[in-house]
């Protein structure tokens, strides 16, 4: 079985990574979870996959966001 491997660039910040799709476990996305609101969020603003560090990032300045100024 062959892995796929391929060298994209943030659409946020522009950093090249490598994704992972043929091998999910190692790909750099793996193990960031995500909430419903919080893929929407990115789903509708960007159009390919983040980088790390901007999914470690935008999860939890989403969450903060939203106890910030949706619940007061």
């Known amino acids: 079985m ?3 491997h ?8 522009q950093q090249a990574f490598e994704c992972k799709p043929g091998n999910i476990t190692l790909c750099q996305c ?3 979870v995500l ?3 919080q893929r929407a969020f990115m789903e509708q603003r960007y159009q390919d996959c983040l980088c ?12 903060y966001f939203k106890e910030r100024y949706l619940f007061r």
Not at 6 to 13: A, F, L, M, S, V
Not at 52 to 63: A, F, I, N, T, W
Request: one cysteine or more; charged letters at 30%; proline letters at 3%.
């Open 2 to 4: 062959m892995c796929q």
């Open 6 to 13: 391929e060298t994209k660039k943030c659409p946020r910040c």
């Open 30 to 32: 793996y193990g960031i």
């Open 35 to 37: 909430t419903e609101e």
């Open 52 to 63: 790390r560090d901007c999914l470690q990032y935008l999860s939890v300045e989403l969450h």
